[in-house]
């Protein structure tokens, strides 16, 4: 593309505000009632966060992946992909991850948590049910009607800040995950600030607060490894 | 007066139908005896009326009915009021297929159907020409345009041959915003075509020192995009009262003042407002009936968009 410079956010907005929401409330009522499978689920991984039980690890990693590759298909494929050429390439990143997720945490069995309150996992514990109780409350409470209510796990906002969450409260950063989560959080975060809705800001600042809670994670494990290795 | 006591009962049902004609299709009423001003495509002198209709973000509605129909009836009022041409591109998104539903639901309009090529490498024009005719389902497009000179030598080519053939009647390049103008400039010295889309308006009025004469120095048509930039010069002139002296060349709003200003301009053609709304339509496309601005005019109408 010839003078990019020149191109503003709002040269690739492809459609209208209305138009983008109105897809969400489309998408609510033709899979209706699987919101509540979804919500079910969410809580199911928040109740495994707290839980002690061994194959915690697995079974929050296979929900996550499965709600990853949903929102790749039955969203940005079956719905998104109608406004927005864009969309195919959202669902690979989106199918991506969920196989990403898939490998660390089924196959090789990578996630662990601590059910104590350490204060990264208090924090990623947070984050999740923020996604999973609070998110789906700012679209009403910005004007929006509940019929196009964000849901984690079938939608993608709310499963990406979900994943954060999770990440942010494993025992260990898992920085390959948090790429896909990251860059669809910087995407959603412009599209929204592009069509000036009031909410933009709360894709990325949620993003970055777990990147943040990840990186002091990380930090201080350095700094716990650090006297043993000398 | 004993004719007026004593209608007859054909005359009744005459007075009654034009009475229903009147209140279903306003505009039709509005417009009748009203000649819409069209310019030639100056390669051919068909004519064209100066208003059309751009697809922009406001067709993009992907499958959603209700905003389907709703654009469908944004056509139904635009050809009513004698609009012809509809542009859309590939890039849209949904906007050619919504057009070819709305195409289908009115009863065969006599659109003049304007599309893009964008896509690279250029090899691949041929196909997505033919997907967006599908969408569009028209037999042929009648011009096609190289988007934002993606590929512009390969696609030229492709849409030269396609001319060649009778499968396009018209081809040409465009671009937005005020990019790429000195290879826009190179291209219509350089290669035939019958049409150049560029952005122009009250407040970006850049091509006026280059392309736009040249553009009728070459017989090139002109086609402008962004006339309210995406509804921003709108947004602000709607604060502002409308000068009484718009009335002098029967502006009764902001939107035709705007489109007005543009179509005076003697090198354009063809003016492409997008809309989702079928009063703003019937608005836009005041701006092709009654009188339009002189130089002087123009030169007031520039003087005073910039006090605001």
């Known amino acids: 593309m010839s003078e990019w410079w020149t191109y503003s956010l709002s040269d690739f907005l492809l459609f209208s505000p209305r138009i983008y929401y109105r897809l969400f409330e489309l998408y609510n009522a033709a899979i209706w009632p699987l919101q509540i499978l979804a919500l079910a689920l969410g809580a199911a991984i928040f109740g495994l966060l707290l839980s002690g039980v061994v194959w915690r690890g697995r079974a929050i990693a296979a929900i996550l992946a499965a709600c990853w590759l949903w929102v790749a298909w039955a969203y940005f494929l079956q719905r998104y992909d109608t406004i927005n050429w864009a969309a195919s390439y959202f669902a690979v990143g989106f199918a991506a991850e969920a196989m990403l997720m898939s490998w660390t945490g089924i196959i090789r069995d990578r996630f662990g948590f601590h059910s104590g309150a350490d204060v990264a996992g208090t924090a990623g514990r947070c984050i999740f049910l923020f996604a999973l109780v609070v998110f789906p409350l700012i679209g009403p409470l910005a004007g929006r009607p509940w019929t196009q209510v964000e849901i984690f796990g079938v939608a993608p906002d709310p499963t990406a800040i979900a994943?954060?969450?999770?990440?942010?409260?494993?025992?260990?950063?898992?920085w390959l995950l948090l790429v896909i989560p990251s860059i669809w959080c910087?995407?959603?975060?412009?599209?929204?600030?592009t069509m000036q809705s009031p909410d933009a800001l709360v894709v990325p600042l949620a993003a970055t607060?777990?990147?943040v809670v990840a990186g002091w994670k990380s930090l201080a494990r350095g700094r716990q490894a650090s006297p043993d290795e000398t | 007066m004993r004719q007026r006591e004593h209608l007859s009962r054909r005359s009744l049902l005459g007075l009654l139908a034009a009475a229903s004609t009147a209140v279903l299709r306003p505009w039709s009423a509005l417009s009748q005896g009203r000649a819409i001003i069209t310019r030639p495509i100056?390669?051919?002198?068909?004519?064209?009326?100066?208003?059309?209709?751009?697809?922009?973000?406001?067709?993009?509605?992907?499958?959603?009915v209700v905003a389907r129909d709703a654009c469908a009836e944004v056509m139904r009022a635009f050809f009513e009021a004698g609009g012809r041409m509809i542009d859309s591109s590939p890039m849209y998104g949904s906007s050619q297929k919504v057009i070819g539903y709305g195409l289908g639901k009115l009863d065969q309009p006599r659109v003049f159907s304007a599309d893009k090529v964008w896509i690279s490498p250029g090899s691949r024009g041929a196909a997505q020409i033919e997907a967006s005719r599908r969408h569009w389902g028209v037999p042929r497009f009648d011009l096609l345009q190289v988007h934002n000179l993606l590929s512009w030598e390969e696609h030229l080519r492709t849409l030269r041959a396609m001319k060649a053939a009778g499968q396009v009647r018209y081809i040409g390049i465009t671009t937005s915003e005020g990019r790429r103008h000195r290879d826009v400039e190179q291209i219509m010295r350089t290669q035939p075509l019958d049409f150049v889309?560029?952005?122009?308006?009250?407040?970006?009025?850049?091509?006026?020192?280059r392309i736009l004469p040249l553009a009728r120095e070459r017989g090139i048509g002109v086609i402008v995009n962004r006339p309210f930039r995406e509804g921003e010069l709108i947004r602000r002139m709607a604060r502002q009262p409308l000068p009484a002296w718009a009335a002098e060349i029967d502006c009764a709003n902001w939107a035709q003042f705007l489109l007005k200003f543009i179509v005076s301009h003697p090198a354009v053609t063809c003016v492409i407002p997008a809309t989702t709304r079928v009063d703003h339509v019937r608005e836009n496309m005041g701006a092709?009936?009654?009188?339009?601005?002189?130089?002087?005019?123009?030169?007031?109408?520039?003087?005073?968009?910039?006090?605001?």
Request: proline letters at 5%.
């Open chain 2, 288 to 308: 092709a009936y009654d009188r339009l601005p002189d130089a002087s005019m123009r030169a007031r109408m520039i003087a005073h968009v910039e006090k605001l």
């Open chain 1, 163 to 174: 994943t954060f969450g999770v990440l942010a409260a494993a025992h260990r950063p898992h």
């Open chain 1, 186 to 193: 910087a995407i959603s975060g412009a599209t929204l600030w």
């Open chain 2, 197 to 209: 889309q560029v952005t122009y308006n009250v407040v970006d009025r850049e091509v006026e020192d």
């Open chain 2, 42 to 64: 100056p390669s051919t002198g068909e004519t064209l009326p100066v208003v059309g209709l751009g697809s922009w973000i406001t067709f993009n509605v992907g499958d959603d």
């Open chain 1, 209 to 211: 607060l777990a990147l």
